[in-house]
C-alpha cells in the first residue's frame, strides 16, 4: 500500500531557514518538497511561464489550453495543482475564471532554495 503524504497547508509561502542554513526539520524539508513536486511537470511549467509572460498577466483555462494544444479540464487539473501549492491564483469573472502566477509563493521558494540568488 502507498505510504500518504500529510496534508499540509502551501497556500502561505515557504516559511523555512534555507536549505544552505543547515539540515532542514522534516516539515519544512515536506513542504519544500511539496511546492517543487507542484513544478515537477513540464505541462505545470509551460503554464507558469505562459502566465508570466501574458501581457496582462492572467490567462483563462481556455487560452492556456489552446496555446499548449492540452485539453481544458487537463488544464484546469494542473492549474488545481499549482494552486494548492500556493503558486498561483484564481479569479471567477462572469463565466471565465482568470488564473495569475503568485509572484511572492515562487521569490519565497527561491529564497529557501539559494538565499544569494537575485541579489
Known amino acids: 500500500m502507498p505510504k500518504a ?8 509561502p515557504v516559511c523555512c531557514a534555507p536549505v ?3 539540515p532542514l526539520s522534516d ?4 513542504e519544500v518538497a511539496m511546492r517543487l513536486k ?9 503554464i507558469m511561464s505562459l502566465l508570466f509572460s501574458s501581457r496582462s498577466g492572467e490567462a ?3 487560452d492556456l489550453a489552446a496555446t499548449l494544444d492540452l485539453a481544458e479540464s487537463t488544464v484546469s487539473h494542473h ?11 484564481s479569479d471567477r469573472r462572469g463565466i471565465n475564471v482568470f488564473h495569475r ?6 521569490q519565497a521558494l527561491r529564497a529557501v532554495l539559494d538565499p544569494n540568488c537575485c541579489r
Do not use: C, W, Y
Open 38 to 46: 507542484a513544478l515537477a511537470d513540464p505541462a505545470r511549467v509551460k
Open 60 to 62: 483563462t483555462s481556455g
Open 27 to 30: 516539515a519544512d524539508a515536506l
Open 5 to 12: 503524504l500529510p496534508v499540509i497547508d502551501m497556500s502561505d
Open 20 to 22: 544552505a542554513a543547515g
Open 101 to 106: 502566477v503568485k509572484p511572492e509563493a515562487l
Open 79 to 89: 492549474i488545481g495543482q499549482l494552486r494548492k501549492a500556493g503558486m498561483v491564483v
